[in-house]
Every structure is written in C-alpha cells, then in structure tokens.
C-alpha cells in the first residue's frame, strides 16, 4: 500500500462483521439492515433485467429515470431546483460520490476541515486526493455529541478548500440544528469554501422537524455538493446506487472522476431506484417511524444493561459511553464482547483521529428487526 494510505488498512467494518460470523454473534456492527427494502421495488429491478434495461453500461452520469427522479425528490422534499442533466449525477453508493468529490476539488495539501468522529471512507478519500484532514471534534454536551462554532471557526485557514460535513451524522446521531447549519453556511460563504455534505441519513431524523438540506441555506447551492444513498433511504446497501446534486460545474468535476473510477454502475438498480423514489409519502414515513421504534428499543436495552445512551436524533446508530460498565477501552471491549456477550458493536475510536477522545464510545446500530434488537439488549444485560 503506498505511503498516502499505509495508515488504512481492512477497514473496521469488514473486520466486525466477520467476527460476527465467526463466533456466531448478533450484528449490531456494520450499519446494514436485516430486512430487504420494498417488494414492489425489487420487483421492479426483476423487471428491468428481464426487459434488458440496464443490463450493459448505462449512460456515464445515470440513466435519465433516474436523475430526474433525484431531481423531483429535491424539490418535492426540500424545494432545491436541479437540472437533471447538468446538476445531477449518479453514482456506485454514496461511497464513490464521497471520493470522487474530494478527487475532484481537492488539490494536493489542501486542508479539508470535517467533522470528528468521521464515517471511516472520508479519512481515506481525503489521503487519496493528497489533502490534509483537519478534524472538529463533537463533544457530550446534555445527552448528545455537539459541533464547538468557535473550535469550526478556528479550524479553517488559508489553506482550507473544503468543509465536509454530515448530517444526520455517524456515528453519533447528531443532527445539526438550523443555528448550526447558519453558522457552518456563513463562514463557508466567508471563507469562499466549498462544502461536501453527506446526507445519506436524510430520511431518518425523528423529531418532526425533519431533515435540513445544508444546500438550502444562503449562499449554500452554489458551492455545495450534496450525497444522498438509495443504500440508506430504500434499505438496499447490496445495490450500490448513490447520488450527487450541485452546481453544474460542481457535477462536471465529479463527473470528470467518476468516469475513471467504475464509469458506471448498478444498472438495472438505477430504474428501481427511479421508482422508489417516487414512492409516496406514505413509504417514507413508515420507514421512519419504523425506525425511530426500533431506537427506543435499543435504547432503552443499552440503559438497562448499565451503558450511557446518547439517545441520537437521526440515523440508525446508537452511540453509548462504556465508562459507567466500568470499561474505558472501547477496542478491547469490542474485541471481547462477542464472546461475553454474543454481540457485535463498533469502537467509535476508529473515527478518531484523537482515538484517546473516541476510547469510551462504543456505536450500536439498530437497523434490524425487533426481536433481534431485544435479543441483543438481553444478552449484553446478563453480561
Ligand atoms: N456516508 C455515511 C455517513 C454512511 O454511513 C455510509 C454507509 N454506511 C455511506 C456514506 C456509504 O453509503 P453507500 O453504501 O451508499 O456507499
Ligand atoms: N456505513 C455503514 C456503517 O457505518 C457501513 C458501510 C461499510 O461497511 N462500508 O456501518
């Protein structure tokens, strides 16, 4: 592995979810669901390989379907205008859309300021592009991980190119409030930044305020560009179907990059994916408040078997401090809990840069069918 990526290796995700199997463990690691998105969408991916529709490459920036269906969720959702065929692209999960960004606005040395703990692809995506990774750390603040504006503010410098942000965020749960979100939007604007932000968790915030588009602040569309996850929103992580909308020029440079990496992806999973989205309201509801049941019943699992629970306000991650089992080494105790408890989690430390300030988090996902997650709570309570 060269010298930009010697410090990656397999990433924690693939080394969690192995040891589930191995030792026979429930999987509350990786963030995948154990229930299949909707029947109808799948049939509909049946439908279009049976038909040969997508079965060889599909157009470079997505099938026409589908990125007017991304269009129209934009607008219907948040009232964001995008020309489908200039400021919409497509991509293999959000993943690609993450790296192809920072290849493509990054410059060798550029400092790119992003929030910490950080989803593991953005360390990597940012030492493939040769930028510098800067982190802001979210700190316990009265039950939630919060974003310090003045550490933010004091994080960017002459040579910061881009702000990469994530919201609702892993694997905290945070969601940014609407201050935060100004706050983050002005000094993009005052610094002439760009913004990467990453909103694959777009559908699961469960308060009813909802999700906030950071591109829909001021100033915001034209220098942001925003990701979004069929993986996450239809609960099918296997298809690969991400996306990206921004400001033409924007799009072209990621585009420019995509082409090199896969070209194109997912065929016929893009025309299931242009139906999905126009699902009614209705889907999106139940998959929240779906959801959001399945939090409380980790939650309160994780309480009673002695954890501290930040409760998180959106995604489908629990985010817990060990401290109170008397634990303060969140590896070690990963490391050991399937065989004390027969149940797998993520140690936030690995989101860490400062992985002294991840030790005592621990992340737990809760996107899997009920009993499973009472199974859980009962094992890690008799532990
Ligand atoms: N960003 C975040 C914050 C994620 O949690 C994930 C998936 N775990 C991704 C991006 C990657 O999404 P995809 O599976 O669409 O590549
Ligand atoms: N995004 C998922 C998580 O945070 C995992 C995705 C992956 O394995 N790369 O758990």
């Known amino acids: 592995l060269n010298r930009r990526l010697a410090e990656f290796g397999t990433t924690i995700f693939a080394e969690m979810s192995a040891l589930a199997v191995s030792t026979g463990s429930i999987n509350l690691g990786q963030g995948f669901p154990d229930t299949d998105g909707p029947e109808e969408i799948r049939e509909a991916a049946v439908r279009a390989l049976r038909d040969g529709r997508g079965n060889q490459y599909p157009p470079g920036p997505g099938i026409p379907e589908l990125r007017t269906a991304i269009a129209a969720h934009q607008q219907r959702r948040y009232g964001l205008v995008y020309d489908p065929d200039s400021e919409v692209l497509v991509t293999a999960g959000a993943t690609e859309a993450i790296a ?56 960017v410098t002459d040579r910061t190119r881009l702000l990469l942000v994530n919201t609702p965020h892993n694997p905290t749960g945070t969601v940014l409030t609407r201050a935060e979100l100004t706050a983050i939007a002005e000094l993009a604007v005052e610094r002439d930044l760009l913004v990467v932000t990453d909103e694959v968790y777009e559908h699961l ?90 939090r409380d019943i980790l939650a309160e699992g994780l309480t009673a078997a002695g954890f501290e629970v930040f409760r998180p306000a959106g995604t489908y991650f629990i985010t817990t401090d060990i401290r109170p089992l008397g634990e303060k080494d969140g590896f070690a105790f990963c490391r050991a809990l399937p065989e004390r408890a027969g149940v797998v989690a993520i140690p936030n430390a690995v989101f860490y840069d400062d992985r002294e300030a991840g030790a005592p988090f621990v992340r737990f996902a809760f996107c899997k069918r009920e009993e499973v997650l009472r199974e859980a709570a009962e094992r890690l309570r008799g532990m």
């Open 205 to 294: 915030v469960f308060d009813d305020a909802g999700h906030l588009p950071l591109a829909a602040f001021p100033g915001m569309r034209e220098r942001t560009v925003s990701i979004g996850s069929a993986g996450k929103t239809f609960s099918f992580t296997g298809w690969k179907v991400g996306w990206v909308t921004g400001s033409p020029d924007l799009v072209r440079a990621v585009r420019a990059v995509k082409q090199f990496l896969t070209y194109v992806s997912s065929g016929p999973f893009q025309y299931a994916v242009a139906e999905a989205l126009a699902l009614p309201d209705a889907y999106f509801e139940e998959f929240r408040r779906s959801m959001r049941e399945r």
């Open 100 to 155: 192809a960004s920072l290849l493509a606005l990054v410059e060798p040395g550029d400092e790119v300021v992003a929030l910490e703990p950080y989803y593991d692809s953005y360390a990597a995506s940012i030492a493939m592009a040769g930028g510098r990774r800067v982190p802001v750390t979210l700190r316990p603040h009265e039950g939630s991980f919060r974003l310090d504006l003045d550490e933010l503010r004091a994080a």
